[in-house]
């Protein structure tokens, strides 16, 4: 008798212990969605909520002004352009009559930027783009005078530009790109090229790279930025 005693209350044990596994099963929540370690809320995650302060395009204006004096002195001197270390020794070294600053290698809006790298690494003595030291996209060096009718990009600051993205847990990413790129061309001509005007072209199956209008050597047919974004990411893909 006591056996059989013994037998049932293991039995009813193990039906409890079953009915506890399977309730705690039934009632655990999935882990929640994240982007970059953060939890994205139903409502959407603000990818990156710090940067709404975009600073004022002018300092870099003012800088790529000067940038280009120096540049185009030391081109008067020597016939050819600065690669950027010698740019950067320029700074208290007076080349015919121009002589460069540290600030002017270094916009105070780089701190804004958007992207939390920008804000938590430690600043580099140029923050700008250096695009006269590339070559243009058909693979040919920059020259340092570009023949009539050509421009190249010389400097570029990308830190007022906005992606404004919004992730979700349950559907495609949005994104609003507002603000510019400035731009120092080769004719001295100083520009702020919207963000949403921007051209992309394939430069691999994984690899893309932006076009701005008027480039000499751009590849053919480029696309709009816009085009760009549905093609990769598909009509679903929101874009404003």
């Not at 979700?168 to 994104?175: E, G, L, T």
């Not at 932006?210 to 816009?226: C, D, M, Q, R, S």
Request: some cysteine; glycine content about 8%; hydrophobic content about 35%.
């Amino acid at each position: 008798m006591r056996w059989r005693i013994l037998l049932i209350a293991g039995a009813v044990a193990l039906v409890g212990l079953a009915i506890g596994f399977w309730a705690s099963v039934k009632t655990k929540k999935p882990p929640p969605v994240t982007y970059m370690g953060r939890p994205i809320p139903p409502e959407g995650l603000v990818i990156d909520s710090q940067s709404k302060d975009p600073g004022d395009p002018r300092n870099a204006e003012e800088d790529f002004r000067r940038l280009y004096a120096a540049m185009t002195a030391y081109r008067a001197k020597t016939g050819k352009l600065p690669n950027p270390g010698q740019l950067m020794q320029m700074t208290g070294e007076e080349v015919e009559g121009i002589s460069l600053r540290p600030e002017d290698l270094q916009n105070p809006d780089a701190l804004k930027a958007e992207g939390p790298s920008a804000r938590l690494r430690n600043r580099r003595k140029f923050e700008y783009m250096a695009a006269w030291a590339r070559p243009r996209y058909d693979g040919r060096p920059k020259p340092a005078q570009p023949p009539e009718g050509e421009r190249d990009v010389w400097i570029v600051s990308n830190h007022y530009a906005r992606s404004n993205g919004v992730a979700y847990a349950d559907k495609p990413y949005r994104y609003h790109f507002t603000g510019c790129w400035v731009v120092l061309w080769s004719d001295g001509a100083v520009e702020r090229v919207p963000y949403k005007d921007l051209l992309m072209y394939e430069q691999s199956p994984n690899m893309y790279g932006y076009v701005i209008p008027g480039e000499a050597g751009a590849p053919k047919n480029p696309l709009p930025i816009t085009e760009w974004w549905k093609q990769r990411y598909g009509p679903n893909a929101s874009w404003e």
